[in-house]
T-cell receptor
């Protein structure tokens, strides 16, 4: 069973388009995140959601809008895609109690042409 | 999150022990030391974490200096599958959110 899954795995699109990346976790976790890993391999937090509520929004352009329809899902919608949005996007989740270790998805490689 | 310093890269022979160092001289009393690794083309995965005492699990051991200003991740027998980027991260246990602040990490190469 996949703990944190993301779709699609690869996404190639043109500048100006709108696209979404989906994330689902079957671990019963309360908190979910989106991270971005750029071409230099730096991993940066973008958003953090706790029980469907946004609790962190790092300095991310408002073209990026996370949406959490329920506790198990955190989708990322990106409007008016730009070349600089090309990166690998990782979803992650954390339990409310315990070690707070994060479980990451396999990533979605977004290429904007 | 407080800053950590790690070597950019390290090499190890297969089946030898590996000691991955991390300096965190500005660590605060409530910071936990977490280690994650990222295998090629995969998402990061949790390895181990600790606060003050040394820790062991099935993947690795974590040795924490007495003053907590440095720590060492120990892989007891490196395998080819251990080739990855290893991240040492400080996470404030008092923080309301648990997001991780990743540095550049140490790229570990394992030589057959």
């Amino acid at each position: 069973d996949t703990a944190v899954s993301q779709t699609p795995k690869y996404l190639v699109t043109q500048m100006g388009n709108d696209k979404s990346i989906k994330c689902e976790q079957n671990l019963g976790h309360d908190t979910m995140y989106w991270y971005k890993q750029d071409s230099k391999k730096f991993l940066k937090i973008m958003f953090s959601y706790n029980n469907k509520e946004l609790i962190i929004n790092e300095t991310v352009p408002n073209r990026f809008s996370p949406k959490s329809p329920d506790k198990a899902h955190l989708n990322l919608h990106i409007n008016s895609l730009e070349l600089g949005d090309s990166a690998v996007y990782f979803c992650a989740s954390t339990p409310r109690t315990g070690t707070k270790e994060q479980y990451f998805g396999p990533g979605t490689r977004l290429t904007v042409t | 999150d407080a800053k950590t310093t790690q070597p950019n890269s390290m090499e190890s022979n297969e089946e030898e022990p590996v000691h991955l160092p991390c300096n965190h001289s500005t660590i605060s009393g409530t910071d936990y030391i977490h280690w994650y690794r990222q295998l090629p083309s995969q998402g990061p995965e949790y390895v181990i974490h600790g606060l003050t005492s040394n820790v062991n699990n099935r993947m690795a051991s974590l040795a924490i200096a007495e003053d907590r200003k440095s720590s060492t991740l120990i892989l007891h027998r490196a395998t080819l599958r251990d080739a990855a980027v290893y991240y040492c991260i400080l996470r404030d246990s008092g923080a309301g959110s648990y997001q991780l602040t990743f540095g550049k990490g140490t790229k570990l190469s394992v030589i057959p």
